[in-house]
């Protein structure tokens, strides 16, 4: 059991449970009693598994836990203190927690009050919360569109609680179906987001439910995921964001105004997102990380510079390593793969954009600077080790590039100018390097 170091029997043979919650109260249980009717002799209550409330009434001691909505349902009596329940619905659905009394509402989302109307809070361990001790649930199979439990108010909940606290939330393997997005304006408040890995070869399957997969389920093209703004960060790392069907130019998360500080994005799978992360017109970040991205079905990673003064920038530094599409691009509007417009300095290592276009007339990558021509004496993008190549309808342009200075090491275009296709574009100002260049499957250069 979470929440003590030592546990030993008294004189009379009755477990003793110490240190709990970090105090020296000693809280005692006596087997094949009944907890919620009953006192210990020292004046503390415990709830403690594995006695349910039916056996241990008979007084038997059974292989049953106590869940939250089975607490909740019944009178705690004064002595009771302190709830360790086995889950949020039914045993071992992974909702299990620790909370304590706290009387009255606290007044945030991780709290609930018994039949009485009194309060108990959760007690989070180790800087983390798990999705599930709000009530959120895991679907065993792959998301069908308009159907499985909404997990919605249950993660929101979640997160409204983890950021207020700097916690991480957690996300169990299998997928988590929501259908509106989460929004994030509080100064101070990071979202911070874990899953317990991801797997690539899974993702690549398509065996979403058995990595830690959130779900977006919403037709609406202005739907989201997250949207983030304020002066906060995002961190997230270990699952995969999703959605169930393709709605043409949706942006799964939306960094916008002043979501200045810092974002890392690790260890994670976009599919089926039109546009997995976009950085909005004022998002103005300082220093972005983005290191083993899978993006499968999907669009990659947008910017939307304003048209005039500082709204042409949008952030200081990005790092990209190790980042790759395959499968279909969705489509778009502005028939881009990557669009990294208005941030001043990316350094990249291993970039790989290959799949099938859905259409004509499509850019692969796109970088423009038109902040300040002060830039150009600087690279604002070296990338070292890049492989484009599509399959199918070639890209009309290959790389774009506007006002500033690129640099491109041991790079390979495949289909490089073939048939007029796949051009490389250098705008104003702009100098482009490219050292041990690669072209493949041209007869044009």
Do not use: C
């Not at 009530?135 to 792959?142: C, D, E, F, P, R």
């Not at 779900?215 to 959605?243: C, K, M, Q, W």
């Not at 952030?315 to 190790?322: A, I």
């Not at 690279?379 to 506007?402: C, H, K, N, R």
């Amino acid at each position: 059991m979470p929440g003590y170091t030592e546990e030993l029997t008294n004189e009379d043979d009755v477990p003793v449970v110490t240190d709990l919650l970090g105090t020296d109260d000693l809280l005692v249980m006596r087997p094949g009693v009944d907890p919620v009717s009953s006192r210990n002799p020292d004046g503390y209550g415990l709830i403690r598994a594995p006695y349910s409330i039916v056996q241990a009434t008979a007084g038997v001691a059974g292989a049953s836990w106590y869940t939250l909505t089975q607490l909740l349902e019944s009178v705690i009596p004064p002595a009771v203190d302190v709830l360790v329940t086995s889950g949020f619905y039914e045993p071992g659905d992974g909702g299990d927690a620790l909370l304590r009394r706290v009387g009255a509402d606290p007044g945030h989302t991780g709290a609930w009050a018994d039949a009485s109307g009194q309060y108990f809070e959760l007690v989070p361990w180790s800087g983390r919360v798990n999705v599930l001790q709000f009530g959120a649930k895991v679907l065993t199979a792959t998301v069908t569109a308009g159907s499985g439990f909404d997990s919605t108010a249950f993660v929101h909940a979640a997160w409204d609680y983890a950021k207020a606290r700097d916690l991480v939330t957690l996300f169990p393997p299998g997928a988590i179906r929501v259908t509106s997005g989460y929004s994030n304006s509080t100064a101070y408040h990071d979202i911070k987001i874990d899953g317990v890995g991801f797997s690539s070869r899974r993702f690549s399957a398509g065996q979403l439910w058995k990595t830690s997969t959130i779900v977006l389920d919403n037709t609406d093209p202005a739907s989201f995921i997250l949207y983030l703004s304020g002066n906060n960060e995002f961190h997230t790392r270990g699952l995969v964001y999703s959605a169930a069907q393709i709605v043409k130019d949706r942006k799964l998360i939306r960094l916008a105004q002043n979501n200045g500080r810092r974002q890392t994005i690790r260890d994670v799978g976009f599919k089926g997102a039109n546009k997995s992360i976009v950085f909005e017109e004022g998002s103005y970040f300082q220093f972005s990380v983005m290191e083993n991205i899978h993006f499968i079905d999907s669009g990659t990673i947008y910017t939307e510079p304003g048209a005039t003064g500082d709204s042409r920038l949008l952030g200081t530094g990005l790092t990209l390593n190790n980042i790759s599409h395959d499968g279909t691009v969705p489509d778009a509007t502005d028939k881009v793969v990557m669009d990294l417009s208005g941030i001043r300095n990316v350094q990249g290592e291993h970039l790989l954009l290959e799949g099938l276009l859905p259409g004509t007339g499509w850019t692969v990558y796109r970088h423009a600077s038109p902040y300040d021509d002060f830039w150009i004496r600087s690279p604002i993008a070296s990338y070292s080790g890049v492989w484009f190549e599509f399959s199918g309808t070639q890209p009309a342009v290959m790389l774009d590039l506007d006002s500033g200075r690129y640099d491109f090491r041991a790079p390979v275009f495949v289909g490089l100018g073939a048939g007029g296709n796949g051009k490389v574009k250098l705008g104003t100002n702009t100098i482009a390097h490219f050292f041990q260049l690669a072209i493949a499957d041209t007869t044009d250069t």
